[in-house]
């Protein structure tokens, strides 16, 4: 059990015989902007010792991507409030298909897929959450596939399906979005049972796991509910829900997306260069509500640090402090370290040699929309000269003529640093032994792709 005061978000709570300070989890959700709901009772119910939550999490890929983060920060707080966090692979309702804010059905996967993603989630979930500990509130990874797959189809409409009338399933709004909307295809039997299924989780959680709380973002209240009406009408007892808000962004566009699409947490699909370049150039706006969402830092510095940003926006103290802490959380020291390196490569000074420090990868991404041409490695046998290099073989610049003239001007620079129109460009220059970087100027860039 635990004692706590409602006015503070600081707590004991006794775990393993041991008294721990713990803070208020809901009070914690509401100055970072956390909270958008929370069921009548919910915040005495985790004040009144170690609770068990849960958020689930689509398996429809390998990797999680950026608008996974607030769940599993939601998951880490609670984790830190001194309660037990549950990571949900939604193993079983991925191969139907979540209705709420989707205006068609998604594709459905097989078993090994499945597996093969969850495996991936939960590298990336250990960053976050402590899974390893032999404490009472260690997280736990459970998918529900591993209890939907032995249920019949008519188990499931006796034992649950009869304790949920029609009524109550379709007044809830992602149901309610979807019927009405101009989508020819409207929804299908698959997607209808969707909150029937997610709340059959939450009774799973409750009966196996004492696990007394389901969260998730608000488009999932409905889901939720459905889940706490089935621990009343069957389980004899109480859930509770809480959610937070989908994440926005000011100037209207969609939060987690680029022109490539999704911002990744693996690596492999958005390096660890994109990654923090995205939360490097987030508005003023953004970067205040961000740092409360998406790092740990206390709310007294946090409150320092927007002062000092509103002091000096120009410095950026806001965005560069938020991507530097979740690029460390998501990736590595090593891997910030090597972002920044990057991202002066363009925007600061930087020799040859930090040129090729790059990897293949993080070179394409810098250089992203570079103007390009392709040249044989033949010509680098004996050497490319400069006026080649320029006009002749690439195009870079307009005429033989503008390319001894720039030369001439000291404007020109292979691989950041500055050369005459005598240099030649050979297999030395090669970074990645692939690539050779021309420059006019200071924002001027072009690259050699040898092949």
Known sequence: MGECSNNFYICTVLIENRIIMATNFVEELKWRGMLHDAMPGTEEHLLSGMQSAYVGIDPTADSLHIGHLVGVMMLKHFQLAGHKPYALIGGATGMIGDPSGKSAERNLLDEKTLRHNQAGLQEQLSRFLDFKSDANNAAVLVNNYDWMKNFSFLEFIRDVGKHITINYMMAKDSVKKRLSSEAKEGMSFTEFTYQMVQGYDFLHLFREHNCTLQMGGSDQWGNITTGTELIRRIGGGKGYALTCPLITKADGTKFGKTEGGNVWLDANRTSPYKFYQYWLNTSDADAEKYIKIFTFISKDEIEVLVKEH????????????????????????EDLDNAKKASNILFGKSTSEDLKTLDEKTFLDVFDGVPQAEIPVSELEEGLDMIGALAAKTGFLGSNGEARRELKQNSISVNKEKVKEDYTITKSDLINDKFVLLQRGKKNYFVLVVK
């Open 310 to 333: 509103q002091e000096a926006p120009h410095m950026r103290l806001l965005q560069k402090r938020l991507a530097d802490e979740i690029t460390v959380s998501v990736h590595s020291q």
